[in-house]
């Protein structure tokens, strides 16, 4: 649709006393989703503050700076590394009078344009709205006229907000009762499935989650070196030895994933609540593979998905450097994990150990096959 990409710029409070790594490492995330939603990092604007200020969260020279590169470079987009607050977004659009984005409004257009069903859909339209809701500015009319949405012509006056504001106020009752409708229908279905062991694959965003499941269940899933690329849930009935189960790649993780989003997913991640085994999928080539581990532990209790079995699966190996005597790099050996749960290394585009990892998993599964059927093997030595 777009001819060309858009421009962006990034900005970013570096509180006192936090590392430069981690700014750094935070910013190279930021600029990875806007990448992802086709914008293109011109510059990166970081300050040091002891606080985020409360009118235009940079200081005021740190603004007239930005201001200037924006107007003599023509950018389409500011980019703010954490949430704006209201009146902090509508400060901020006027000084700069350009497009102002957070990190949440990022990642709920990237969802957007991702989601395929009707459920995933209608989960990100009703997040979006509820973060829009207190944020109802000339940016918001903007963007919705962009999209064809419900927002007002014409300059928004106060008027025009609290029409814009009564329509999404509707949009919300609607969505939201679409979405129980839904659910309702999901709910039977996966009733119907709870004779069979089901096994999720969960893990921060781009780890290779959709990757090991076109593996495991050698099927088309579609993987991208994209942040996001899996925003709907998918299910597969996989077969291992003699045993047959059900497994399912979903949404992948992030830091600050915006709130209303985990709350409106709630139901596409019944999936991996109600899972009976996890695979925690991690990139172990990635510098801040531990803090990505613990998003998403963090993540898994917020939607109640704890006390299940675990099997990390340390993936992309293939990209760690060995060591002189040809051992693998000690990172490998200096992962910690909880008591009860397991660990393997593969690599899942080169197909590196997924003979490790199937073994693990079968015994998993079997155990847990044979506490829903205590005589399937049994069953199956009379039948045959
Ligand atoms: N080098 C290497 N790259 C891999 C490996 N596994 C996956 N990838 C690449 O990593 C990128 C992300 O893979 P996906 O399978 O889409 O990751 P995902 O976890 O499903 O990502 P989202 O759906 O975006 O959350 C793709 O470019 C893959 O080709 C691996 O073992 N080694
Ligand atoms: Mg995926």
């Known amino acids: 649709m777009k001819e060309k990409s858009n421009k962006g710029v990034l900005v970013a409070v570096a509180k006192k006393g936090e590392n430069d790594n981690v700014v750094e490492e935070h910013l190279d995330e930021l600029a990875f989703l806007a990448l992802t939603a086709d914008i293109t990092t011109e510059k990166v604007f970081i300050q040091k503050l002891e606080q985020p200020d409360t009118r235009t969260f940079i200081g005021k020279g740190k603004l007239e700076d930005v201001k200037a590169y924006v107007v003599a470079r023509e950018i389409d987009m500011v980019i703010f590394d954490d949430d704006l607050s209201p009146s902090q977004l509508r400060n901020l659009e006027r000084e700069l009078k ?33 973060y829009l809701m207190p944020r109802l500015t000339r940016m918001w ?18 008027k025009e907000i609290e029409t814009d504001r009564r329509n999404i106020r509707n949009q919300i009752s609607v969505l939201k009762k679409k979405l129980e409708k839904i659910e309702k229908q999901n709910a039977v279905q996966r009733k119907s499935r709870s004779n069979i062991v089901r096994v999720a694959l969960v893990g921060y965003t781009n780890v290779g989650k959709s990757t090991l499941m076109r593996v495991l269940s050698k099927s088309d899933v579609k993987a991208e070196d994209k942040l996001f690329a899996t925003v709907d849930a998918t299910v597969r009935k996989v077969m291992l030895n003699h045993i047959p189960f059900l497994l399912s790649d979903t949404v992948g993780f992030i830091r600050k994933l915006p709130h209303h989003l985990i709350e409106s997913f709630k139901s596409t991640l019944a999936e991996v609540r109600e899972a009976d085994i996890l695979l925690h999928v991690v990139d172990i080539s990635h510098p801040a593979y531990e803090d990505h581990i613990r998003v998403v532990k963090e993540t898994l209790r917020d939607i109640d998905a704890t006390d ?30 909880e008591q009860g749960d397991e660990k393997v290394f593969i690599s899942a585009e080169k197909g590196i150990n997924i003979g490790g990892l199937k073994e693990m998993l079968f015994k998993k599964i079997k155990k847990r096959h044979n506490q829903i059927y205590p005589n399937y093997l049994k069953d199956e030595y009379y039948s045959g």
Do not use: W
Request: charged share 25%.
């Open 308 to 337: 299940k079995p675990i099997i990390y699966v340390f993936n992309k190996i293939d990209l760690l450097e060995p060591e002189e005597d040809g051992e693998p790099v000690e990172k490998m050996h200096s992962v910690h994990i």
């Open 98 to 130: 350009c497009q102002i984005y957070d990190r949440s409004l990022l990642i709920l257009d990237i969802f957007l344009n991702r989601a395929q069903t009707a459920q995933a859909k209608t989960q990100v339209e009703l997040a979006r709205y509820q």
């Open 141 to 158: 009319t903007h963007l919705e006229r962009q999209r064809g949405g419900t927002g007002t012509r014409g300059g928004a006056g106060e």
